[in-house]
């Protein structure tokens, strides 16, 4: 949205002499009352009221230069938290609406805008919330009046939903696809299986993180597009408890592959020479033609922790166990809310069952 044109009344000051502009905050002469006729002033006071606008309009910084500011103080330290907000940016936002002064993200236009973009709910709350960020960033730096967030009157439809629901398989769909799986890609699909890891996880695991004796996995790191970086949520980061046949496939594993060592990733990558884990893509590229070879249909690496949770429950776990195991923040993620605790007896008993569905 433009700024608006300064309201400007055209008066005679007779002590004077002069005809002057009146508008909010101020007044301006315009001329002398024997040098122009009423209607020339009011002329003159458009074309005063018009340049004014123009100095307002060049004062605003731009959506460019709001970003740029934005970037160097307040981007997220997070690896794919900033690389989610640089995508957003370079792809959608700048694209659109990085030459026009920043005070036209106004509510009605992002909202007419989003509605306009080809993308999943989700997305178009991404986006949403990225402008969120550069109004508040943008008022915290003093560069445009302090004022109530635009976006919070941008409401977007179907938020929650997703195109693509989260699948979880049956044991004998999980057999099927594991014989068609080679290593790393076998033991990486039991180790996500077996006890809940999100890929990212279990990428960024090390041989390291395994306490042999006490049978149980640190979970400290996450690997998103070859980043090292902290796990997902704080309660992301825990130890789980390992059962023996699981510890087992690690063992072999662990003598089966070149990199061996506690410092080692566990799923390293002879093409990196080891200093890397395999990348999601080539993990996922892999899932999906094991799946397709299977014939089980679409299968993505996220699917196989849905689908620990879904064992979960055939187990008979109770939903905190769940929540605990899954180490999920949110209550609403999982059935129940309870604080990350010690690895319990219980805890190895409902992994065990897990294990057991997967392995044997």
Not at 127 to 150: D, Q
Not at 218 to 238: A, F, L, N, P, Y
């Amino acid at each position: 949205m433009r700024a608006q044109k300064p309201r400007m009344r055209v008066v005679r000051n007779e002590t004077r002499g002069t005809w002057n502009g009146i508008f909010p905050g101020g007044s301006r002469k315009l001329g002398l009352l024997s040098e122009l006729t009423r209607a020339d002033a009011r002329r003159r006071a458009d074309d005063v009221a018009r340049q004014m606008r123009l100095t307002e309009e060049r004062s605003v910084p731009s959506v460019r230069q709001i970003v740029e500011k934005f970037t160097e103080e307040w981007m997220p330290e997070r690896f794919s938290t900033r690389y989610g907000y640089q995508c957003w940016i370079k792809n959608h936002i700048l694209p659109s609406w990085g030459d026009r002064p920043f005070t036209e993200l106004k509510a009605r236009p992002v909202d007419l805008w989003l509605k306009s973009l080809p993308l999943a709910p989700k997305s178009r709350v991404h986006i949403r919330g990225v402008i969120s960020r550069l109004w508040k960033f943008a008022m915290y730096a003093e560069i445009v009046p302090r004022e109530v967030n635009p976006m919070e009157l941008v409401e977007i439809k179907d938020a929650t939903k997703t195109r693509r629901k989260p699948r979880s398989i049956t044991v004998e769909e999980f057999r099927l696809f594991l014989e068609r799986l080679a290593e790393p890609y076998r033991t990486m699909a039991l180790v996500c299986i077996c006890l809940g890891l999100r890929i990212s996880e279990a990428l960024g695991l090390k041989w390291g993180d395994v306490d042999w004796l006490d049978s149980t996995l640190q979970i400290v790191r996450g690997m998103v597009r070859q980043h090292e970086g902290k796990t997902k949520t704080d309660e992301s980061e825990s130890k789980l408890a390992v059962d023996p046949e699981m510890l087992q496939v690690l063992k072999t594993w662990r003598q089966a592959t070149e990199f061996s060592s506690d410092e080692d990733w566990m799923f390293a990558s002879p093409v990196q020479l080891g200093r890397l884990p395999w990348s999601y893509p080539h993990v996922w590229r892999k899932v999906s033609e094991a799946a397709r070879d299977a014939g089980i249909g679409k299968l993505s690496p996220h699917d196989l922790r849905h689908t620990c949770r879904a064992w979960l429950d055939d187990t008979g776990a109770a939903p905190t166990m769940q929540q605990l195991l899954m180490r999920h923040a949110d209550i609403r993620t999982t059935m129940s809310y309870g604080k990350r605790r010690r690895v319990t007896l219980e805890m190895r008993q409902a992994t065990s069952k897990v294990a057991r569905m997967a392995i044997n």
